[in-house]
């Protein structure tokens, strides 16, 4: 499995696309998948989409039970068959968005609880990408989102995240690239 992290609106969702399309060009089958998805991940988009977040260990269960149920229903049984997989987000997203409110809310042994329960609830990907650009760029693409209309959540105004994905994806199986382009 090929997994693409990084920041909101810096090019995960195209790249990924683009992936599976070089793939299957090359005769390789391949999925691209994304998270959050199921039941879980609906609730958490219905709530971004209005504009609010789930409370901090709410929006931490539905991230780990969204992916749980993506990796038994989706991503297992693709790998089983020889598929390739390109999913778009994964486990170290959850690290950076999710782990940090809960320090925040409910204290430093909490966090740690909450990032145990992240690093349970996701596989190891076969390859990780972590896309990064920079504040600037990645503000000028939810900016353009907005002119042409596109819909914006909660998530889109959370501040710069670059320092959170690099801390994240550092030292693990993640490669880091510049997404500018």
């Not at 914006?152 to 994905?165: G, I, K, S, V």
């Amino acid at each position: 499995a090929v997994v693409l992290l990084g920041p909101r609106q810096i090019g995960k969702t195209t790249l990924a696309r683009e992936i599976v399309a070089a793939l299957t060009a090359h005769g390789v089958v391949a999925l691209g998948t994304r998270e959050p998805s199921g039941v879980f991940g609906q609730r958490i988009r219905e709530a971004a989409r209005e504009g609010v977040r789930l409370e901090p260990w709410e929006e931490m269960a539905h991230f780990c039970m969204a992916r749980a149920q993506h990796w038994r229903e989706v991503i297992e049984p693709a790998l089983a068959s020889g598929i390739v997989v390109v999913c778009d987000r994964w486990l170290y997203s959850t690290m950076v968005y999710n782990v940090p409110r809960i320090c925040a809310a409910y204290g430093e042994a909490s966090g740690e609880r909450a990032a145990q329960m992240a690093r349970a609830s996701g596989v190891r990907a076969d390859l990780c990408l972590c896309l990064l650009v920079s504040e600037d760029a990645r503000l000028a693409r939810i900016e353009a989102r907005r002119v042409k209309g596109e819909a914006l959540d909660a998530f889109d105004a959370l501040p710069d995240l670059r320092h959170a994905y690099e801390a994240a994806c550092g030292g693990v199986e993640c490669a880091r690239m510049e997404g500018g382009g």
